[in-house]
């Protein structure tokens, strides 16, 4: 991990770019304390989300917690995906068409990104400095989320979109985790099956899970909706 | 509206029973202020609930609002309602049986309830001293708050639990209803019917509504989720 940029913003948070060998990322930290983490989760694209990401990252940092994120394999500056970026417009040309979208576009859209990302933010926990406590994963891809609640022992407890197609594996591994889950849902999200997310929801097997929905779209999400968020972060990180 | 009894509990909060006409009822306030409003709505049997009435009634007080309740129609110490009464003997058979509870059931144990209750919560808020404020409706038998939602107009926030049984009606009703709302699901909940309460939900007519759906069964609901629905209203009830 090397460090490429280090400021301080005016609300005291510490900002630090970073590249984990080819991969760019930032690290949010709340003062020099060491602290629990949150890996803040995306749908690419470092450089868009950066607005996004730094508000959730104040929203982390008003709690004690530090975020940290890295770009996803094929978004930003990273060398694209042939093959994902095929199935993106695949995708969108479904969408746009009115068609079904067919389980095999969203396997070659989805599982490419969970095989290569799940290692990488693995990766970023072995590399990042001053982490001292539980480390939580918040939004992103759905599926990579699951992934991840999965097989990460250093995640305790995994804040959700409901806001991704998923492969039907990620059914089967959502039957498997037990870390508890805090699930928002957009209830009129256009691009998402809300029954699909509802299946998703029930088939967890996490003792403690909430669903959250809430009105409006993909980009809806209210700000009492991060709020509680945040919450459930606060009870499952603190120790 | 005749108080019988005054107290302060040991963290200030100020309890006094009343009578209104012949319904018992409690009022809560946090100190004299004079503060926005809280009715307590429940599935009847006060003395029973008691204690779960006054934890209510505390994150209430916490956030500075009074709390009032009184007693459902039929239940407690006031007189029966023979009609409710067998109608609720029949759907308990029906479900002890595992038959499904019919409509004509529903109808004749809800339907009273609803008629008689919301105009004494009417009369409630007419006879309250010291109240200022806009007032929240929460908790409760759903089809009352649905009516209450759309019928009285000093409500103007409602926590409602999906939890009970609904006539047809309270379909149509749903969709009149304007005022932000947060719904509480119990995802396991034994005596009601997931998709009744996710249709419902989906039905309401308010541009700001949230469903928080958590583990467990009827009584199972976890204190953050009482959090949450304190602050949907601190949202909606502070000035």
């Given at each position: 991990?090397?460090?490429?940029?280090?400021?301080?913003?005016?609300?005291?948070?510490?900002?630090?770019?970073?590249?984990?060998?080819?991969?760019?990322?930032?690290?949010?930290?709340?003062?020099t304390v060491t602290a629990p983490l949150i890996l803040l989760?995306?749908?690419?694209?470092?450089?868009?989300?950066?607005p996004r990401l730094l508000g959730r990252a104040r929203s982390s940092a008003a709690l004690g917690f530090a975020s940290a994120t890295?770009?996803?394999?094929?978004?930003?500056?990273?060398?694209g995906l042939p093959g994902v970026d095929a199935a993106r417009r695949d995708l969108r040309h479904a969408v746009t068409a009115g068609k079904p979208v067919g389980?095999?576009?969203?396997?070659?859209?989805?599982?490419p990104l969970i095989e290569q990302s799940v290692p990488e933010w693995s990766r970023l926990l072995d590399a990042l400095p001053d982490i001292d406590g539980p480390v939580g994963y918040?939004?992103?891809?759905?599926?990579?989320g699951v992934r991840l609640a999965l097989t990460e022992p250093r995640i305790v407890a995994?804040?959700?979109?409901?806001?991704?197609?998923?492969?039907?594996?990620?059914?089967?591994?959502?039957?498997?985790?037990?870390?508890p889950l805090h699930v928002l849902l957009q209830w009129d999200d256009e691009g998402n099956d809300r029954q699909m997310a509802l299946d998703l929801f029930d088939a967890f097997g996490s003792a403690e899970k909430t669903l959250q929905a809430s009105m409006g779209g993909h980009r809806g999400v209210p700000a009492h909706a991060g709020e509680d968020?945040?919450?459930f972060f606060a009870r499952h990180l603190r120790r």
């Open positions: 991990m090397h460090f490429t940029s280090h400021q301080v913003l005016d609300d005291g948070l510490a900002e630090r770019h970073f590249t984990l060998g080819e991969i760019p990322g930032i690290l949010w930290t709340p003062g989760g995306h749908p690419g694209g470092l450089d868009g989300m950066y890295i770009e996803l394999p094929g978004s930003g500056s990273r060398p389980d095999d576009i969203v396997d070659r859209l989805i599982t918040s939004g992103g891809i759905l599926a990579i995994a804040g959700l979109f409901a806001g991704s197609y998923v492969p039907a594996s990620t059914f089967d591994e959502a039957r498997q985790v037990t870390i968020t945040a919450r």
